[in-house]
């Protein structure tokens, strides 16, 4: 009776999330497919990037952190105005189009690269990219979605997004070890899924009938962008003391280096990572919009505190692996909820604002987080990066377990 009553939960849960997707909207898939594509193609870059630099460039890991670093922050001003521009004009399609196009614009530079500057150019010119259609982006999605399936609207774009980061660096392996370690090539067969995520924004991607300015919208006034209120306000900050113990995947490739990996075999790290994230993003999307957020944001948090301190000391392949899995549990059971709850709190007509607000605050968090990790990598070893990340996931897992209890 017991295993009958297990199938008949299982065969139960399936069905549910098999109706929780059909009734999700058509846009939230194509952005979703945008997100996979796109993501295929950054992953093909970005898991081989911190090695190019390091083995093909001579950069040293500060400088890996830097770059990574000022990318974010050149394009924080960016991912701010874009949220507000996009609630002024009620036109979020035209800013997610450029955002994704100046991201695929990036792609062959990287390739024609053979300094440390053009790198760090391409990289400014994809975050740029990234700043312009984040915020319009999610927005657009909390714009088509209904308040009940926000979870799992969110999560499922953040699942095929990662399906993307489990695709992209699994390619990069493969093209690697058919051309001899050829990092250009790699490079430029990457430019194809961006080039493809662009053609299905322009055919695919419609906007919500009544919200362009002009066509029954009312642009919104300045003090109510401004004003976004104490909840969503609490949730950004939070984000941003969260963001510094997230940094960049870079250190979690350089890491892999130390464990004994091969240098073909280490983009495997994010393989795994993404394939965690992506199986456990979408159920806990669902679920959370059945049984509230916080309870998964503070397991989120103690699965990130736990990777923290296994990456801090782990030195062989089996023991990092261990902190790959935890890492990806704690992306699966945060970043859907994360803009969520942002779309939850935040007022119809300045939800652009809002999530250019929070992209604001956590690529400051993200300069300032990677050049505290490539410093303290440097300076003492890659147990103090890990270790200062396990220390600020414990202060936001203090403050999202103050607000869950607030708000109760």
């Known amino acids: 009776m017991g295993i009958r009553a297990a199938e008949h939960r299982d065969v139960t849960t399936q069905a549910s999330l098999a109706a929780t997707s059909r009734s999700i909207p058509r846009s939230v898939w194509l952005l979703g497919l ?39 922050a050149t394009a924080m001003v960016t991912r701010l105005f874009a949220g507000v521009l996009s609630d002024w004009s009620g036109q979020r ?36 990219g990234k700043g312009i259609r984040s915020a319009p982006r999610d927005a657009l999605i909390a714009d088509v979605t209904p308040p009940e399936l926000r979870g799992a609207s969110f999560s499922l774009r953040k699942s095929l997004d990662t ?135 503070a397991m989120s948090l103690v699965f990130l505190i736990g990777a923290d301190l296994v990456l801090a000391f782990a030195q062989t392949p089996a023991l990092l692996l261990a902190g790959i899995v935890l890492w990806g549990l704690h992306m699966g059971f945060s970043q859907g909820i994360l803009a969520t709850l942002i779309a939850d709190r935040a007022p119809a007509a300045a939800r652009g604002t809002a999530f250019g607000a929070l992209n604001l605050a956590t690529g400051l968090a993200v300069l300032a987080g990677n050049l505290i990790a490539g410093i303290l990598w440097e300076s003492y070893g890659a147990a103090a990066t890990f270790l200062n990340g396990a220390a600020f996931a414990a202060l936001a897992l203090i403050g999202f377990l103050l607000i869950g209890r607030r708000r109760h």
């Open 34 to 72: 945008v997100s996979m594509l796109m993501d295929i193609s950054s992953e093909m870059v970005q898991t081989l990037l911190p090695l190019y630099l390091v083995t093909g460039l001579g950069a040293s890991a500060i400088t890996v952190g830097l770059i990574e670093g000022l990318a974010v």
């Open 93 to 128: 399609k035209p800013l997610i189009l450029l955002g994704y196009g100046l991201a695929a614009l990036s792609r062959p530079i990287v390739p024609l690269a053979d300094t440390v500057g053009w790198i760090a150019g391409a990289r400014f010119l994809d975050r740029v």
């Open 163 to 297: 399906v993307g980061g489990f695709i992209g660096p699994l390619v990069a392996i493969a093209l690697m070890l058919l051309t001899g370690n050829n990092f250009s090539t790699v490079f430029w067969i990457a430019a194809i899924p961006a080039l493809i995520a662009v053609a299905v924004i322009v055919v695919g991607i419609q906007e919500p009938i009544g919200r362009s300015a002009g066509k029954g919208g009312e642009r919104p006034r300045l003090a109510a962008l401004i004003q976004l209120g104490p909840g969503v306000w609490a949730v950004i900050g939070l984000c941003a003391v969260l963001t510094f113990a997230r940094f960049s995947e870079a250190f979690l490739l350089l890491k892999a280096q130390q464990a004994g990996f091969a240098l073909a075999w280490i983009p495997l790290i994010l393989v795994l990572m993404h394939l965690v994230y992506g199986l456990t993003a979408y159920p806990v999307g669902v679920l959370s919009d059945r049984i509230g957020r916080n309870g998964m944001l």
